[in-house]
């Protein structure tokens, strides 16, 4: 089953605003780690794709934190 989830970058010097997007992928558990490092690898490409980044360009803004929460079906 396919499921929605939000991966946001933050800024650790607050100099930036966050940055997010949402993918969908099968269903995993957040709690195991490395469900959630795959989570955020596809979330983190497909931010530095729409923006033309690289990872470069993450640590020269400090995009250095990444939270990821399952993005809730509203009606």
């Known amino acids: 089953m396919e499921k929605k989830y939000q991966v946001t970058l933050f800024c650790t010097t607050k100099q930036y605003r966050p940055v997010s997007t949402i993918i969908e992928i099968e269903e995993v558990n957040l709690d195991n780690i490395?469900?959630?490092?795959k989570v955020q690898e596809i979330g983190i490409r497909k931010i530095c794709g729409k923006r033309y980044w690289d990872m470069k360009d993450l640590q020269r803004y400090?995009?250095?934190?990444?939270?990821?929460?399952?993005?809730i079906e509203e009606s």
């Open 34 to 37: 490395t469900d959630r490092k």
């Open 62 to 71: 400090h995009y250095t934190k990444v939270k990821v929460r399952e993005k």
